[in-house]
């Protein structure tokens, strides 16, 4: 049996020590973390860089279209104010209350022994209506019921293009003047209408009148 003899153990045995020095390993850990640490600060060093160049493109391009978007903001605020008052004009143009046609249906509604002596008329605020004062004299052998005729008359032409039509008396009293008319003595009647409408076009339900509704006579 051959004997072998190690004359380097002794080195052989502190160099494997020294491999598994708790120390050097930890060094070595250590590096290698400080070494990812700062790959990871230069990747996001980089990352920081490009984004602010970008940033700073971005700022150069708004820098040069700043102004053109301004003035697209402020023209478009100009032009919202114009169709605002578009709108308002058409509104006051297309809601506005036109006195000529109604004066039209009053007069047809006056028969000849009847007239008017005073008209006063408004219109409400917000669109509320038209409100008239009719003042006038009647004449007949019931010059009520000649009143109560132009009253019923002027329900029927009003209500034929406004709705909520109400024509009411406030006043209806009989006169001691007697008027000859068509050679006939008449006496006469003074009355004082009230007359209340919407300019709007009344509804179909309300356009024909009731079939029970009568003249008073």
């Given amino acids: ?34 070494a990812f640490l700062f790959l990871y600060y230069m990747f996001n060093a980089y990352r920081t860089l490009e984004i602010k160049s970008r940033l700073r493109a971005v700022e150069r391009n708004w820098t040069k279209i700043e102004p053109e978007v301004t003035a697209a903001h402020n023209r478009v605020a100009e032009l919202e104010g114009v169709i605002k008052t578009t709108r308002a004009l058409d509104n006051y143009i297309e809601n ?3 006195w000529a046609p109604f004066l039209q249906k009053v007069s047809h509604c006056v028969p000849p022994n009847a007239q008017l002596t005073s008209l006063e008329a408004s219109v409400l605020d917000e669109n509320k ?14 010059p009520r019921s000649v009143a109560e005729d132009l009253r019923q008359m002027l329900i029927e032409q009003l209500g034929q293009g406004y709705s909520g039509v109400k024509v009411e008396f406030k006043t209806l009293e009989d006169l001691d003047a007697i008027v000859n008319v068509g050679g006939t003595n008449m006496p006469m009647a003074h009355y004082l209408l009230a007359v209340n409408f919407n ?3 009344m509804a179909k339900s309300a356009a024909s009148p009731s079939p029970d509704r009568t003249r008073k006579r």
């Avoid at 380097?8 to 708790?22: F, K, T």
């Avoid at 209506?129 to 004449?139: I, Q, T």
């Fill in 96 to 98: 506005r209350f036109f």
């Fill in 199 to 201: 300019p709007g076009p």
């Fill in 129 to 142: 209506g038209v409100s008239v004062s009719l003042e006038g004299v009647a004449a007949g052998r019931e």
């Fill in 1 to 34: 049996m051959a004997l072998h003899l190690n004359l380097l153990h002794e080195e052989i045995l502190e160099h494997r020590q020294r491999q598994r020095d708790p120390l050097k390993i930890g060094m070595m850990v250590l590096a290698g973390f400080g």
